[in-house]
């Protein structure tokens, strides 16, 4: 690799400095707030940033690695010496796929990028086509849910750092598998954040949840960006990017940044020659995120659709506390199965205000992700409980049922696939004692003002959190565990051999229910999925000569125009 000569952007300083191992050398400001180094470093350098008069140096806003942490030097990276086998690798398509959502640090018992390549063929044996890791950028502290991360170009070294990340990846494509990497965007974490203090990375008159807003009007905060994107596709090789709450994003809707994203990542998949994939979280319900550029819309190739996971957990668990009061009836899951929001201009009981748009059924259903569990509804339960906590075998099947043979791109958590008995709890290990104790008391009396004894409410900053978190892979290959990680792989199969099960027409979808018996059926052309949430089994017409092709419940049966379906059940069926 030619040796890098550094820069800066540094606004608000009045002097920058570069700090190396044995002595300090002036950097030359060239305007716009950039400052450039006289030195050029070989790859494996540590260095930083003096700032004015600082004595302590700072690490670069776009670091690469950060060997000893988010507070120590920045360390100089080759990417180009990894020796990458996946020259053949095309990537793959979003439309008919099926993502697998994943915390490294819980994953596996060591908690890396390492140990995690050698679960991949489990992943290969369930169906799964792309791996979603949680985010691995630089945070402060021993683990982390991911989203508290500072430096958003270094992968943590907890992680094993780049070149482990280049590993995996390449691991990944070996086996046909894609690569999503999740992406913060939209705040940055309370320790190690030296950001304002080289420029207005932050807009402090505007705030979302977690504090001050990025300033997207600044143009070079726009960049930082907007090259961050492109580096994990070109530096990483992944397949894909997952937006994290792009509705905090505060920006122009005429020159969104999202739409800027996008348009820069079909110039970057043209050259590679292969698909590259933007998914975003959003609240919004606004179909103008996944609507083509031509038409008004930002480009992007999905979004999460979080109605479709409320609609199916009230159906799964009868929980219709908060924002579930509105899915309470199975008609939400029928019009979330057939129309992608459930709010699309309707009243939401839990914002106090009508809320969302419609989806153009011109879209093809394939441009929404969901998923029956997932890192927030889980971890941002009081508990961390999964449903596996308080269901049986029998309605996690019917939730694999409804989720992979539904109309839209399924997502499974980790360990979803086996009904794992591990909660997945929010977990910190902020060093300072300040910041951890306020992040513990805050977390337990949000749930107490919410009804819950705060003794039962996990202390995130406590290891045993963490370590509870941890999927027990021990249990993957025992009793009903087995048996529910074999109906998923039986169902990603029937993806494969059953064209209507990946047919993306809006058009072609069509729901009813009954609440009374607690039955729900969606017709996908001439395939029927059947869901009976009810305690006693439960007719449903089908239509002459049906066939089934998978059923959760035994005793599941056709006779002439009916499907009798025992309690607690789903079918697929072909219809005559």
């Known amino acids: 690799m030619t040796d890098k000569r550094l820069s800066v952007w540094a606004p608000r300083a009045n002097r920058v400095r570069l700090r190396l191992a044995d002595h300090d050398q002036s950097m030359t400001a060239r305007g716009d707030g950039w400052w450039t180094s006289e030195a050029s470093l070989p790859p494996d350098t540590d260095y930083g940033f003096l700032l004015d008069d600082d004595t302590v140096a700072l690490p670069d806003p776009r670091s690469r690695r950060q060997p000893i942490g988010v507070h120590g030097l920045s360390r100089t990276v080759d990417f180009g010496v990894h020796a990458w086998s996946d020259a053949s690798w095309t990537g793959r398509q979003l439309a008919g796929g099926v993502i697998y959502e994943l915390h490294l640090g819980t994953f596996t018992p060591a908690g890396t990028l390492d140990s995690a390549i050698d679960r991949l063929d489990h992943l290969l044996e369930i169906g799964i086509d792309f791996v979603e890791l949680l985010p691995v950028n630089a945070f402060n502290g021993d683990h982390n849910w991911g989203y508290d991360g500072v430096l958003w170009y270094a992968v943590d070294e907890v992680y094993g750092g780049p070149e ?19 992406v913060v965007y939209n705040h940055l974490g309370p320790s190690g954040n030296y950001l304002p203090r080289f420029g207005p990375y932050l807009d402090d008159a505007s705030a979302n949840t977690w504090g001050s807003t990025v300033n997207l009007a600044e143009p070079e905060v726009r960049s930082y960006i907007l090259d961050n994107a492109a580096a994990w596709f070109s530096d990483f090789h992944v397949d894909g990017l997952r937006l994290d709450a792009v509705h905090a994003l505060v920006d122009d809707p005429e020159r969104h940044i999202l739409r800027e994203l996008a348009e820069q990542t079909d110039a970057q998949s043209a050259f590679l020659g292969r698909p590259l994939t933007l998914i975003a979280e959003s609240d919004l319900n606004d179909p103008r ?22 609609s199916l957990h009230v159906a799964l668990t009868g929980e219709t506390d908060g ?11 029928a019009k979330t199965a057939t129309k992608g929001f459930f709010h699309d201009g309707t009243y939401s009981s839990f914002r106090g205000r009508t809320h969302g748009h419609p989806i153009n059924d011109q879209v093809p259903t394939w441009r929404l992700v969901v998923f029956a569990q997932d890192h927030d509804q889980i971890g941002n339960r009081a508990t961390g409980d999964r449903l596996g906590a308080t269901l049986g075998y029998e309605r996690l099947a019917v939730a694999a049922v409804l989720t992979m043979a539904g109309p839209f791109t399924p997502m499974l958590f980790m ?17 300072e004692p300040e910041l951890g104790e306020a992040t513990a008391k805050g977390r337990i009396a949000e749930f107490e003002r919410m009804g819950w004894d705060p003794s039962v409410v996990p202390d995130p900053q406590d290891p045993a959190t963490f370590a509870a978190s941890k999927l027990n892979w021990d249990e993957s290959s025992q009793g009903d565990h087995a048996r529910l990680a074999g ?11 059953v064209p209507e099960l990946t047919n993306p027409a809006f058009s072609q979808l069509v729901a009813s229910f009954d609440d009374e018996r607690q039955i729900f059926q969606l017709q996908r052309g001439r395939i029927s999925v059947v869901a009976n949430f009810g305690s006693a089994a439960a007719s449903l017409p089908v239509g002459r000569n049906s066939a089934i092709l998978l059923a959760t419940g035994d005793g599941t049966r056709v006779e002439e125009t009916t499907v009798v379906l025992p309690a607690d059940s789903a079918a697929i069926l072909r219809v005559g």
């Open 164 to 182: 482990a990340y280049q590993r995996f990846v390449d691991a990944c494509h070996s086996r046909g598998l894609a690569v999503i990497q999740d």
């Open 289 to 310: 995120l996944i609507l083509p550029r031509e038409a008004g819309g930002y480009g992007l190739a999905a979004q999460w659709s979080d109605d479709y996971h409320h």
């Open 323 to 333: 924002y579930y009061a509105d899915f309470a009836s199975l008609g939400a899951l």
């Open 487 to 497: 109906l998923y792989r039986d169902l990603a199969a029937l993806r494969k051999s």
């Open 415 to 431: 360990g979803e696939e086996w009904g794992a008995s591990t909660p997945w709890q929010f977990f910190t290990a902020h060093p």
